[in-house]
């Protein structure tokens, strides 16, 4: 479902550029609203939550999916936690449909994808293990949370088209996404944000060409 | 198609009765066969690498290097290190869930009622989420490390605009899977009800497990021919345990 937001970017309190193959992760507090922009379009951003206070409690793909009774996210579809607790909703959306299920590539996973030599290629868990790494120079409430590899669950794909059929096929298709859509959450507990702007080159969920995302996030 | 496994390769057999929960180490080598004793099971499982528990079955690797949302017959099951735990040898249902997880204690309360070991003793109503994670901290393993489960005899089928739908009746009495293990393997499962069965009672069935030693992996073998994919599956799994 596409609804667009009414708020100005003129007014949020967090507007960064997370260029493709890096990784961004930020506190949002609860009443927050937090929007991933794709500036140049067709571009996957994996993106993980985990609660602010708490290490154990993270977004669950399944618990999400269960919940809602279907795979893909859009407005109106609530990111439930590991625990049960509702961690976000997504309230705009200019896309239309995220993937719950494709995950975060890997060196390991692109060996059996690909090739083997594709192993030392960068990689979104690569990414996400080289920002929690250096936690502390993005976020010190992050840090505190001591994130690591075992916290590496299955992510939500913005702006990723993984379409599964009634026959129980799956595959990465191209993008749906555009230049200048986003998505748009409210925060429903203090949550911690760890995304990798996806720097896969091996199949079309970039378009084969990685851009940069723009992170917004307003007091109300 | 069904095997019948000779009796100088069996190993062992165990039955896990109706929404409880098991863990165990299956060796490389090792088939172990899930059977459906009534018909209308769900057996969730989680995989970890005994010798790093940080290595574990990852549900999103597993599905898209494979192209699948649902396995079978030929489909390997992946670490998050590009290795293969098991590959189904084996299959008479063609259709096991691998996106809903397990139910936890909330879902269980709502739905079927308090059920308390003081008046139900061991009849008491488990849900999955907390059997496994009984089952991960034998091992000093927690929270933290529960992710997405294989639902062995559950079949969800999602429409084209994705929203879900939980087959009942999909396995009947005697239905049976093979995994067969490609590496020393720390297994963890519950036999709760499937988080999306309607049933309005408790609806949890026994699993039997019989294990037996596996043939040597073939060049043909169908598993790993499977797909493109599957041999550099096999390909990283034995640079491992070679």
């Known amino acids: 479902m596409l609804l667009e937001s009414p708020l100005d970017p003129k007014n949020a309190v967090i507007r960064e550029t997370c260029l493709a193959g890096e990784p961004w992760i930020k506190t949002i507090r609860k009443g927050q609203f937090f929007r991933i922009l794709d500036l140049e379009g067709n571009q996957a951003v994996d993106t993980l939550f985990y609660s602010a206070t708490n290490p154990e409690e993270r977004y669950s793909a399944t618990d999400t999916i269960v919940r809602q009774g279907a795979l893909y996210l859009t407005v109106g579809s609530k990111l439930f936690s590991n625990e049960g607790n509702l961690m976000l909703t997504i309230v705009a959306d200019t896309c239309g449909r995220h993937d719950t299920l494709g995950g975060a590539c890997a060196a390991e996973s692109n060996t059996v994808r690909y090739a083997i030599d594709k192993r030392h290629m960068h990689s979104c868990r690569d990414n996400f293990l080289g920002g929690l790494a250096h936690c502390d120079c993005h976020d010190h409430g992050a840090a505190r949370l001591g994130l690591g590899k075992r916290d590496l669950a299955p992510n939500i794909n913005f702006f990723m088209n993984v379409p599964v059929t009634p026959e129980g096929g799956l595959t990465f298709e191209d993008g749906i996404s555009g230049a200048g859509k986003y998505v748009e959450m409210r925060a429903e507990m203090d949550v911690v944000c760890l995304i990798s702007n996806c720097p896969q080159l091996n199949n079309p969920c970039n378009g084969y060409n990685p851009t940069p995302i723009q992170l917004l996030v307003w007091d109300q | ?242």
């Open chain 2, 1 to 242: 198609m069904t095997t019948n496994i000779p009796s100088e390769k069996l190993r062992w057999e165990h039955v896990v009765p109706a929404g409880t929960h098991w863990s165990g180490m299956i060796r490389r080598g090792t088939v172990l066969r899930f059977t459906d004793i009534e018909g209308g099971a769900n057996c969730s499982l989680m995989l970890f690498n005994p010798e790093d528990k940080l290595e574990r079955y990852n549900m999103p690797d597993t599905l898209k290097a494979q192209h699948t949302a649902l396995l079978s017959r030929g489909h390997c099951l992946y670490s998050d290190m590009g290795r293969i735990f098991a590959s189904i040898v084996e299959d008479t249902l063609g259709w096991h869930d691998s996106f809903c997880g397990v139910s936890d204690a909330a879902m269980v309360k709502a739905r079927y009622g308090d059920s308390h070991y003081q008046q139900a003793q061991n009849a008491m109503l488990r849900n999955g989420r907390d059997s496994l994670l009984i089952e991960l901290g034998k091992y000093g393993l927690g929270p933290r490390d529960l992710g997405p489960t294989i639902n062995l005899f559950s079949k969800v089928v999602a429409d084209g605009e994705g929203r879900l739908a939980h087959v009942a009746d999909h396995s009947q009495a005697g239905s049976h899977v093979d995994l067969r293990f490609e590496m020393n393997t720390l297994l963890c499962l519950s036999t709760a009800p499937h988080p999306l069965n309607a049933s309005t009672t408790y609806a949890a069935h026994p699993v039997r497990l019989t294990a037996y030693a596996a043939e040597p992996v073939s060049a043909d073998d169908y598993c790993r021919n499977f797909r493109p994919e599957n041999q550099r599956g096999f390909i990283n799994t034995e640079r491992y345990v070679g």
